[in-house]
């Protein structure tokens, strides 16, 4: 079946540095791919989406570029910032409305 | 506030007990989406309406969970005669069209407890 797999956590970094977290899919058919993102004590919120292959999603510094030739989604920041630490969920939806989660990444940024 | 709206926030329950989860989405959207989060882990899907309709209820891990929307809004999760598998966050998201690529709003969710 369908599914989503992401690089275990948690991530510390300092702030300022390149972040990446790698998100690989399998999944029957063309899915769309999303970056959610949960704060401390908050709801799940959408941070980005691509729907089709080599499409680049963005949002708030994040990128992640839809690559089908290598199943993946991974999720970068050129410089990342201490109220970036949160949780970070990669997901797919294929053709009905089912939406499968990863595991999760916690990040951690130092000041 | 315009967002999803989910009660109670915490629910602590003794196995054995039937519990009531209520999710108020943001108004006027079709589609609303119940999920379970287990500690550490990604939501897992459980059902899905559109409007009024459950057009899918192949996550519900029992016949002891049963969802309702019966007026196409406010939505109710029911568990009966729980189980201590049953604690975890159970979240509610709705979104604005049927369209899959729409985003889907979520709540805060309800954190089950089940001693």
């Known amino acids: ?111 | 506030g315009a967002g999803v709206s989910q009660s109670p926030r915490y629910k602590v329950a003794k196995r054995g007990q039937d519990v009531a989860l209520r999710c108020d989405p943001i108004s006027g959207h079709v589609s609303l989406f119940w999920y379970q989060q287990a500690l550490g882990q990604g939501p897992e899907f459980l059902t899905y309406f559109q409007n009024e309709a459950q057009l899918d209820k192949s996550g519900l891990p029992s016949d002891r969970f049963f969802a309702e929307r019966p007026e196409g809004s406010v939505s109710t999760l029911k568990i009966q005669r729980t189980q201590q598998e049953d604690s975890a966050v159970y979240l509610c998201a709705s979104s604005s069209t049927q369209g899959e690529n729409q985003p889907q709003h979520f709540g805060d969710g309800t954190r089950l407890s089940i001693l």
């Open chain 1, 1 to 111: 079946g369908d599914s989503v797999t992401q690089m275990e956590g948690p991530v510390t970094l300092s702030e300022e540095a390149f972040l990446t977290i790698n998100c690989t899919y399998t999944a029957t058919g063309y899915p769309s791919l999303f970056w959610y993102v949960q704060y401390p004590g908050e709801g799940l919120q959408l941070l980005l989406k691509a729907t089709k292959a080599d499409d680049k999603g963005s949002n708030k510094g994040f990128e992640a570029t839809y690559r089908k030739e290598t199943t993946s989604f991974h999720l970068e920041k050129g410089s990342v910032q201490v109220s970036d630490s949160a949780v970070y969920f990669c997901a797919l939806r294929t053709g009905g409305f089912k939406t499968i989660f990863g595991a999760g990444t916690r990040l951690f940024v130092k000041a």
